[in-house]
């Protein structure tokens, strides 16, 4: 009998290692998640680089970008992985866009994914389209009112949602790894973005 009781308290014991080993890694894997950064600080383009013109300013605590010349504004991401949030205001026919896993060298639509803000494009890679590699549902913006993106990236696996609805849940692996995103001015599109908040994945 002796020795049934000192077998289940072992036992015991392991067990409830176990379980204290598990929230231990439980509570490592959490204290690793940074969570939510504020990418843009309402006030100045500290943090941001233009690039090609784009005539981009700060205006009503909003990034814009009056579309008197194309152009685009870079920031760099501390993870490949990621949720993006942001918000958008433009005309119902603005052609812009937001580029993800870009490289600081090159043409980021090339180098990296551009999620569309176009409605209007002729190869139906629309709002909310991985621009060349996926396509999502079909969806408007609200004409000149805050539209409000979220956008997940992680590995090869894509989601994006606009206001509340999602248009695009895909795996796609062109761009494994990329440290820039960016926001995407063209000429005669004023376009504008707010409340730009970031939220690193852990690997």
């Known amino acids: 009998m002796r020795r049934w009781v000192i077998g289940i308290g072992v036992l015991g014991a392991l067990a409830l290692s176990a379980v204290v080993q598990s929230h231990t890694v439980s509570l490592a894997r959490g204290a690793a998640r940074p969570g939510w950064v504020s990418l ?3 006030k100045t383009l500290k943090g941001w680089q233009v690039h090609n013109g784009g005539d981009w300013k ?13 152009g685009w504004l870079e920031t760099l991401s501390p993870s490949n992985d990621y949720i993006l949030k942001l918000q958008f205001r433009g005309a119902s026919s603005v052609n812009s866009g937001v580029f993800l896993r870009a490289q600081k060298e090159g043409r980021p639509w090339v180098t990296g994914y551009e999620c569309q803000i176009w409605g209007h494009m002729p190869d139906g890679f629309n709002t909310g389209s991985l621009v060349g590699s996926v396509k999502a549902l079909p969806a408007r913006i609200i004409s000149d009112r805050w539209n409000k993106y979220e956008i997940t990236v992680d590995g090869d696996h894509f989601v994006v949602v606009l206001n509340g609805k999602t248009l695009l849940d895909a795996h796609n692996s062109k761009h494994p790894a990329g440290d820039v995103i960016g926001l995407q001015c063209n000429k005669n599109n004023r376009i504008e973005f707010r409340d730009i908040m970031l939220n690193p994945l852990p690997r």
């Open 40 to 42: 843009f600080d309402g």
């Open 58 to 70: 700060v205006e009503n605590g909003a990034l814009v970008c009056p579309g008197t010349s194309a």
